[in-house]
Each structure stands twice: as structure tokens, then as C-alpha cells.
């Protein structure tokens, strides 16, 4: 097989959002720790290695979760302090390389290519990404190193927790043909299950298959992709830069909402968390979504544009609420199991320094801008809208 010249690293924080809680209540290390909506539909954000020996996963229902794991400390997300953290180990990232591409706040692709002759080998990057996210957050990552981004990612799925592996070309074969054909990118519950049924169990059964049943799982245009991922080739990019699609926040509730007012106090709840995060990036966005979902799970969606590009909470509030009035008068018996903000269409070209006579008054956006402080320096929910206050007590 060819050498491909790239050099690409794949960072994955292990068990990030459970990690951070352990790192800040050190009573936590050893315990079963579990991080995610606390409700009775609450979800299962991130969990340790502790609580995944009794079977708990990412996505799994909490209530699923308590029942295979009552003794685990249960924590809801606190996710301006991840950001915060994160924001250091994306800082280590930009110190070996400009060329990262973020998944995630605890998760990125390094193209490194252009590194190599300043730290010598993709090895000593990896070590030295490694050791520098250790020393300034006290949290292990997991890197996997490779001449593609297919192979860097199995090379940090491998060797967690606290991995570093570094997967040759002239391994592939070794580490790949074992593995479950289900652990394959692109392949998704119904693609193995039609693997299964025509024998191909693992990744180098696929690659001793015939045409004929390949294409017979899988249909011929997958199965050409999927041959060329199991032998090792990958040829996407990693790429900069990509531009904020969307920034939403969204509640799911214990009990259903069934008067406007209540859910117009959830509804700015969730407006002073994206127009925060909006600010924090500097990004104004052109269009306000609200998504809002009735028992037990049908869901609505409304979008309006802003007068102009904003971020200011009370311009997000102002068409969010009038999309959830509109939406409320429309039906006899409105009733919510889940209500969301999302904002979206980011104009560059509106920058904080640009006024317009439709933009919200200094007074709000002063406002705004002590509340993001104070937030930031003594924990998200620290300063809220009076508005607010009857969303507490409910989380």
C-alpha cells in the first residue's frame, strides 16, 4: 500500500465531562460518576470507566442508567466549565499545528504534515499534546497517531484510556482485519445486520468477500466505499476553520409544561444560554428557531429572522417568544415535553463595533455583558433574568 505523506492525530479526552467533575471533587476518583439530565427523561451525556463496567453508555436513557448503576453519583452538566477547559487543550492543539479540525469540545483531528521538521516526528507531537494537556488541565487524553484520519481515530478508540498509539502502514492490516465490521465508519446498525446475514462478521471477512455479496448487502456504490475504508484508505482532509452552523440549547421536562407562562420563563432560560454562547464567540446569528415538542414525542419547529445579525438575549427572546405565542394560540390544548432555542445564519460581517438603529439599546447590551462576566467567574445559572426564577427548583 502507498505511504500517504499526511501525518494527522486524533485527540479524544477520555470520559471528558465525568473527568472534569472527578478533577474538581477529588472524593469523586474510584466512584461510579454519571453526567447527564438528572429528570425522569433526562439522557446520559458522558460517564467513567467505573460506571461503564456495570454497562452504562453515552445516549442511554438515565433512567436506564440508575437502574444498572443506583450506587453512581449523578451530576448535571455544568457545561461552562467544560468550555472553559477545553479552551486550554485547544490551546496546546494550536501550539504544534494550525490545521485542527474540532469535533467536539473534547475531541479534534491535527493535521501535523507541516510540523514534522520542527518537533521531528508525529510521535514526539503526539507525546508532547499529550503531556501538555496532562500538565495544564490534570486530564488524560487519548491520541492516536497515523497517515490518515481513519487510522488516527482507531488508533485513540484502541488504546484508551490514556492511549497513544501509533498505527504504521505497514500495520494496518493487523490492527484492522480483527475488529468487528460494526466498528467501521459508515457502517451503521442496518448495514451490519445485512453484513451479518451474508457472513461477513469482521472487518477482514469483508475484504476476503466476494463482489456479489458485498453488493448484495450493502448495494454496490457502499460497498466500493466500504472496501476502500477497510483496507485502510482514507483521503479526507482535516479541515480549519469550519464555519459555526448552529448554537442551540434545549430542556427536556420531568413534568409537562401546560401553561404559557411557565414555558415562556423556559423559553428565556434557554435564550440567555445561546445568546451567552454567541457572545462568547463573537458570532451574530440572522435566524431564531424554536423547537417545541408535544407528548409523548411530536415535534414542531419555528423560525424567524432577527431585524438585523444579533446576539443581544432580549432580541433572541423578543421573536423566540412571539414564535412560541403564535405556535401556543394555534393549538386547544397545548402541552410541552420539550422546549429549545436554536440560532443560526451567522453573518461575519456584523461586528461589535457596528450600529445599527434596529440593534438592541447600550442599556441591554450592557446587561449582557455583566451577566456573561459574572457567569463566567462564578458558574452558568450565577446571574439570571428575574423571568428565570420559576424555572428553578424544576431541573
Given at each position: 500500500m502507498p505511504h500517504d505523506p499526511r501525518a494527522i492525530i486524533h485527540v479524544d479526552m477520555d470520559a471528558f465531562y465525568a473527568s472534569v467533575e472527578e478533577l474538581d471533587d477529588p472524593t469523586l476518583v474510584g466512584k461510579p460518576v454519571i453526567v447527564g439530565g438528572l429528570g425522569r427523561r433526562g439522557v446520559v451525556s458522558t460517564c467513567n470507566y467505573e460506571a461503564r463496567k456495570y454497562g452504562v453508555r453515552s445516549a442511554m436513557p438515565t433512567s436506564e442508567a440508575r437502574r444498572r448503576c443506583p450506587q453512581a453519583v449523578y451530576i448535571h452538566p455544568r457545561h461552562d466549565?467544560?468550555?472553559?477547559?477545553?479552551?486550554?487543550?485547544?490551546?496546546?492543539?494550536?501550539?504544534?499545528?494550525?490545521?485542527?479540525?474540532?469535533?467536539s469540545l473534547d475531541e479534534a483531528f491535527l493535521d501535523v504534515t507541516g510540523s514534522l521538521r520542527l518537533f521531528s516526528s508525529i510521535e514526539a507531537i503526539g507525546r508532547r499534546v499529550k503531556e501538555t494537556i496532562r500538565e495544564r488541565t490534570g486530564l488524560n487524553a487519548s491520541v492516536g497517531m497515523a497517515h490518515n484520519k481513519l487510522l488516527a481515530k482507531?488508533?485513540?478508540?484502541?488504546?484508551?484510556?490514556?492511549?497513544?498509539?501509533?498505527?504504521?502502514?505497514?500495520?494496518?492490516?493487523?490492527?484492522?482485519?480483527?475488529?468487528p465490521i460494526g466498528r467501521m465508519w459508515t457502517v451503521g446498525k442496518v448495514a451490519e445486520e445485512a453484513l451479518h446475514k451474508v457472513g461477513i462478521r469482521t472487518i477482514g471477512d469483508l475484504l476476503r468477500a466476494d463482489a456479489w455479496r458485498l453488493n448484495k448487502a450493502v448495494g454496490e456504490r457502499h460497498a466500493a466505499t466500504l472496501r476502500q475504508l477497510c483496507l485502510g484508505e482514507d483521503n479526507r482532509p482535516v479541515v480549519t476553520d469550519a464555519p459555526e452552523v448552529s448554537i442551540g440549547a434545549e430542556w427536556t421536562f420531568d413534568l409537562d409544561v401546560e401553561d404559557l407562562p411557565t414555558a415562556e420563563a423556559w423559553l428565556l432560560r434557554q435564550c440567555e444560554r445561546v445568546g451567552a454562547r454567541a457572545r462568547g464567540r463573537e458570532v451574530k446569528a440572522r435566524t431564531v428557531s424554536v423547537k417545541l415538542r408535544e407528548p409523548p414525542f411530536v415535534t414542531h419547529s419555528r423560525q424567524a429572522q432577527l431585524p438585523v445579525p444579533g446576539n443581544a438575549t432580549p432580541d433572541i427572546y423578543a421573536v423566540a417568544r412571539r414564535l412560541l405565542n403564535v405556535w401556543w394560540h394555534q393549538h386547544p390544548r397545548p402541552k410541552l415535553r420539550l422546549?429549545?432555542?436554536?440560532?443560526?445564519?451567522f453573518d461575519a460581517r456584523h461586528g461589535d463595533e457596528q450600529q445599527d438603529m434596529?440593534?438592541?439599546?447600550?442599556?441591554?447590551?450592557?446587561?449582557?455583558?455583566?451577566?456573561?462576566?459574572?457567569?463566567?467567574?462564578?458558574?452558568?445559572?450565577?446571574?439570571?433574568?428575574?423571568?428565570?426564577?420559576?424555572?428553578r427548583g424544576r431541573e
Open positions: 466549565r467544560y468550555a472553559a477547559i477545553s479552551a486550554v487543550v485547544f490551546d496546546v492543539f494550536a501550539e504544534v499545528t494550525p490545521m485542527i479540525e474540532g469535533l482507531l488508533g485513540s478508540e484502541l488504546s484508551k484510556p490514556n492511549g497513544f498509539l501509533h498505527i504504521h502502514p505497514d500495520e494496518v492490516r493487523g490492527y484492522l482485519d480483527p475488529l422546549l429549545g432555542v436554536t440560532l443560526s445564519g434596529f440593534a438592541a439599546p447600550s442599556g441591554e447590551k450592557r446587561s449582557d455583558g455583566v451577566q456573561d462576566r459574572i457567569n463566567e467567574r462564578f458558574g452558568a445559572g450565577a446571574l439570571v433574568r428575574a423571568g428565570v426564577l420559576k424555572t
